[in-house]
Structure formats: structure tokens, C-alpha cells
């Protein structure tokens, strides 16, 4: 065999090791053989092409083709663990109690926290930001340990390839999983290596019948092959139509739902957290209306990450969640009217320029008239993307209908 045939092996194995999964990047045993198995059946497909005869470099192309891409071998080992929305069945378990240890941490460190604190501060503003810090730092936790799983689960992680880290995690939070099922876990992914391998095989033997037929059947079936192309032609037209009709009517859409995510957590985290209070603008009574507002914000952002984690199809949990959330939009309402009935707090001197100190308690004043409508209108904004909400829940129903 010349350097540019075998070079040309070498580097179809190394795409083909560079798009495998992490977890099989992690074994170096089972990745090495499986690396070796996929090599020799690329040679032994290549002397099978040249006919006993010397390799050649399109001898090599072809087997490779016959391959497949690196792409569609990597997949093959990415098919382990039971579906469970973006979680799988296997990693549930596991992501609850890393969810639940990192809970312990964050409780551990503002609790030690308050107890240093107790000796410079009163005892209500110790407890209010141990609170405050407990319920921030869960919340980061679990959305960041939520995008981990999600892709872990996408690259067919089992808990077995964490090595003890499941195992220790089993003994601070010891429920279901045991010695057995990790060991099971073992076992099954020796069987899911193996059926890939089984399914590669499959492959190589279907592509090689198929190029049998071709070349006996070219001839004699050219038209009928044509008409065929041109059913399956019209077919997947009407296919693309129906998926352009679906996406169309679609209530809810996945770049809706991370903009709600992103938005809803980022500008609530602001408002809570206020890096802007330490310029004594404001009134304390207005700081302590934002942080409520922007607790409620950073929930909303939450629920549009659990429904961008359950996915846009799943209809009936969209409709569950779209009603959950018109209800909870009702929270907002409160808010403002409390600004209503407290116009004197709300900074007005920042947006006017200083033409306007304070807005009057006065009814018949036009500045406190303008300050009104503009809330009420904020307000029926709320119900009306309440309204809005139990429209997509309807648009869903009739979806299901249709489909």
C-alpha cells in the first residue's frame, strides 16, 4: 500500500475519532479497539473492491464511501440511554442528586455565611440576604447543572462514565440507584459498543448489495427508477410543505422561548441584585418594589427554561405551562397598583431631566393623570398577554387535532 492510500485511512479514522462521543474519548481501552475494528474493516473493504489486486487510492475512496461519514459512525455510539424529554432515563437519577449536593453547598456556605454576619448586623437583614443568597445561588445551580445533563444526555453519557462520582453522590443521597445498576450500566455499554459495531457491519453489507443491484439493474430499469425519483420527489415536496405549515402555525417558537429564558433571568437577576442602588437616586421603598419585580421576572425566565427543556412540540406540557403562566402574570398586576397608590415614590426626576421632582398625589394633577394611564395601559398589556396565552393554548389544541 502507498503513503497517500494509507494516509488517506489515517485521516478518515482520526474525523471519525473527533466527532466519537466524550464518553468513549474517556475509556482510552474501548476507544483504541473500536478505532482498530472500524480500521480493519475499511482495509478489508478496500482489498474487497480491488479484487486481490494491489490497493489504490480510489479502491480507498470507495471503501471509505461505503463507510459512511464520520459523522453518521459517531451517531452509532450515541444511541445509549432511554429517552426522557432532554434527560435521559439512565442520567435522572444522577442529575438530581448533583442538583441536590450543590443545593447542600450553597446552603452550607450562606448559612456559615449568617452565622460571621450575626456579630456586625441585626438579625432580620442577616436572615433576609442569607435567604436572599440561598434562593439566587440555587437557582443559578440548577440552571446550569440543567444545560450540563442536557448534554451529556445528547452525548450518551451513562452514570458509569463519571467513574465514583455517582457512587459517592448514591451514599449522601442514597435512593434507587445501587452497586448493581452501575455495574448493569457497564454491562450495557459494552452491548450498545458492540451493536454499533453489529450495525456498522449491517451497513457495509447493505451498501455492498446495493451496489450489486445497481450495476445488474441500471440498464433494464432506468424508467421505472425515474418514475420512482419523481414519486419520492413529489413526496418529500408535500413533506417539506407539511413541516413549513407545521412551523407556520406553530404557537410558540424556540427562539420566543430562549429570549424569554435569557431576558427573564439576566434582567431579573438585575433588578434584584441592583448594582445601580449605590448611587442613592432612588427611594428604598422604589429599590424594594424592583427587587419584587424582578423576582417575578426572573421565575417567568424560568418557566420559559422548562419549556424550552420539554421543546416546543411536546403540546400538551406547552398548554399545561401556558396556562400556569397566564395565571402567574396576574402577580404583576399588584405591583402597579401599588406604584398607583404610591406615585411619590417612582423616580421621575431621572427620566424628566430634574423638570419634574416628584409626581403629586393629586388626582386632578395632569402629571399624576399621565402617570396613571401609562400604568393602565402596562397593566392591560399583562392581561392581554394572559388573553394571548389561552389563544396559543388553543392553537395547540387544534394542532393536536390536525396531527
Request: overall charge positive; some cysteine.
Amino acid at each position: 500500500m502507498s503513503d497517500s492510500e494509507n494516509k488517506l485511512v489515517k485521516n478518515y479514522i482520526a474525523q471519525v475519532k473527533q466527532k466519537l462521543p466524550e464518553w468513549l474519548k474517556w475509556k482510552e481501552e474501548e476507544l483504541k479497539n473500536v478505532l482498530k475494528d472500524l480500521e480493519q474493516q475499511l482495509y478489508n473493504e478496500a482489498r474487497a473492491i480491488s479484487g486481490g489486486e494491489s490497493l489504490t487510492d480510489a479502491d480507498v475512496q470507495e471503501a471509505i464511501m461505503r463507510m459512511g461519514t464520520p459523522e453518521s459512525i459517531a451517531k452509532l455510539y450515541k444511541r445509549r440511554g432511554t429517552p426522557r424529554f432532554y434527560i435521559t432515563q439512565e442520567l435522572i437519577e444522577f442529575y438530581l442528586r448533583t442538583l441536590f449536593f450543590f443545593f447542600g453547598v450553597v446552603f452550607f456556605v450562606n448559612i456559615l455565611g449568617a452565622v460571621f454576619q450575626f456579630f456586625f448586623k441585626v438579625w432580620w437583614e442577616v436572615l433576609g440576604e442569607m435567604l436572599t443568597g440561598i434562593w439566587i445561588g440555587c437557582l443559578i445551580s440548577a440552571v446550569v447543572i440543567t444545560i450540563l445533563f442536557v448534554y451529556f444526555s445528547m452525548e450518551g453519557f451513562l452514570p458509569e462514565d463519571f467513574g465514583v462520582i455517582p457512587k459517592r453522590l448514591a451514599i449522601l443521597f442514597p435512593f434507587n440507584i445501587n452497586e448493581e445498576q452501575l455495574e448493569e450500566s457497564k454491562i450495557y455499554t459494552k452491548q450498545k459498543i458492540q451493536e454499533a459495531k453489529v450495525l456498522r457491519e449491517e451497513k457495509m453489507a447493505a451498501v455492498k448489495h446495493r451496489v450489486k443491484e445497481k450495476i445488474i439493474e441500471v440498464k433494464s430499469i432506468e424508467k421505472e427508477k425515474l418514475a420512482t425519483a419523481k414519486v419520492l420527489r413529489k413526496q418529500k415536496l408535500e413533506v417539506a410543505k407539511l413541516k413549513r405549515k407545521i412551523g407556520k402555525t406553530q404557537p410558540v417558537t424556540i427562539g420566543e422561548l430562549i429570549f424569554g429564558t435569557l431576558a427573564g433571568i439576566i434582567f431579573g437577576l438585575i433588578l434584584i441584585i441592583q448594582p445601580f442602588a449605590v448611587t442613592g437616586l432612588m427611594q428604598q421603598a422604589f429599590l424594594d418594589w424592583l427587587k419584587m419585580m424582578g423576582f417575578l421576572i426572573f421565575i417567568s425566565g424560568l418557566f420559559s427554561l422548562v419549556r424550552l427543556v420539554i421543546g416546543v412540540s411536546n403540546y400538551t406540557e406547552q398548554q399545561v405551562f401556558l396556562v400556569i403562566g397566564a395565571i402567574y402574570n396576574l402577580a404583576y398586576i399588584p405591583l402597579f397598583v401599588l406604584l398607583i397608590n404610591q406615585p411619590e415614590i417612582f423616580p421621575i426626576s431621572l427620566f424628566s431631566g430634574g423638570n419634574i421632582p416628584a409626581i403629586p398625589a393629586d388626582p386632578t394633577n395632569i402629571i399624576f393623570i399621565v402617570y396613571f394611564l401609562v400604568i393602565i395601559a402596562i397593566i392591560l398589556g399583562i392581561l392581554g398577554g394572559m388573553i394571548g396565552n389561552f389563544f396559543k393554548v388553543g392553537k395547540y389544541s387544534k394542532l393536536k387535532k390536525a396531527y
